[in-house]
C-alpha cells in the first residue's frame, strides 16, 4: 500500500487529550477556550481541528477519555457481589478519585458543565445524559441484586441508584471545595449506614 500522503501528524493523540482532560477539568467547558486547549496540548488550531474536530468534539472526546481512565473503578464496583459492596467500594474509590493528588479536585462531569452559559445548554445536556447513562448501571445491578435475594424485593433499585449517585456527586462537589479526603471517606460510612445491608455495617474499603 502507498504511504498516507501529508506530513505525519506529529503529536501523541492520547496525551493531547490527557491535556485537554485537565483544562476542562480545572477550567469547565465555558471557561475553557480553544487558545486554553491549543496551548496545553502543544498544538496549534488546524491541527487540534484535524484531530478532535472543535471545542465541542473535543471536550466529548475528553469525557469519553476520563471516563475509561479516572472513573474505570466504577466498572469494578458493579462487579462487587453484593449490592452494598457496589455501593460501597464505588463511593469509597470515588472519593480516592475525586481528591487524587497532582490532579484537579472533584470530578470533569461535574466541574466541566458548571457555570455554563445558555449556549453550552448542548454540553450540560450531554453531561446530565453520561451520568444518567452510569445511574441506570447501577440501577440494572441492584435490580440482579433483587431477583438474587441480596435486596429485599421490595427495595426501589432506581432509588437506591439515585442515592449512590446524589452522594457521588455530592463527594465531587465537597472535594472541588477543598475537602480533605479523611473527611469523605467518613461521609461515605455514615450515608451507606442507611443503604440496605443485613449487618447495616461497612464493607471494607
Not at 474505570?72 to 469509597?92: I, K, M, N, P
Not at 475525586?98 to 449556549?119: E, F, H, M, R, Y
Not at 479526603?181 to 467518613?186: Q, T
Request: net charge negative; charged share 25%.
Amino acid at each position: 500500500m502507498a504511504a498516507p500522503r501529508g506530513r505525519p501528524r506529529g503529536f501523541d493523540l492520547d496525551q493531547a487529550l490527557d491535556q485537554a482532560i485537565d483544562v476542562f477539568w480545572r477550567q469547565g467547558y465555558e471557561g475553557t477556550s480553544l487558545s486554553d486547549l491549543t496551548d496545553a496540548m502543544g498544538i496549534n488550531r488546524p491541527s487540534l481541528y484535524a484531530a478532535f474536530g472543535n471545542k465541542e468534539q473535543t471536550f466529548k472526546l475528553a469525557v469519553d477519555r476520563y471516563a475509561k481512565i479516572d472513573m474505570a473503578y466504577a466498572q469494578v464496583a458493579l462487579s462487587a457481589s453484593t449490592a452494598f459492596e457496589v455501593a460501597s467500594r464505588y463511593l469509597h474509590d470515588n472519593v480516592e478519585a475525586v481528591t487524587t493528588p497532582g490532579k484537579p479536585p472533584g470530578c470533569l462531569s461535574i466541574q466541566g458543565g458548571l457555570s455554563s452559559a445558555p449556549d453550552t445548554d448542548p454540553i450540560v445536556k450531554y453531561l446530565a445524559d453520561r451520568r444518567a447513562d452510569g445511574e441506570q448501571q447501577f440501577a440494572r445491578r441492584f435490580e440482579r441484586s433483587k431477583q438474587e435475594g441480596d435486596l429485599a424485593a421490595d427495595e426501589d433499585a432506581a432509588d437506591l441508584a439515585r442515592y449512590v449517585s446524589t452522594v457521588s456527586t455530592g463527594i465531587a462537589v465537597q472535594a472541588a471545595s477543598g475537602a480533605a479526603r479523611d473527611d469523605l471517606h467518613r461521609v461515605v460510612d455514615r450515608a451507606l449506614r442507611v443503604f440496605p445491608h443485613p449487618t447495616n455495617s461497612s464493607a471494607p474499603r
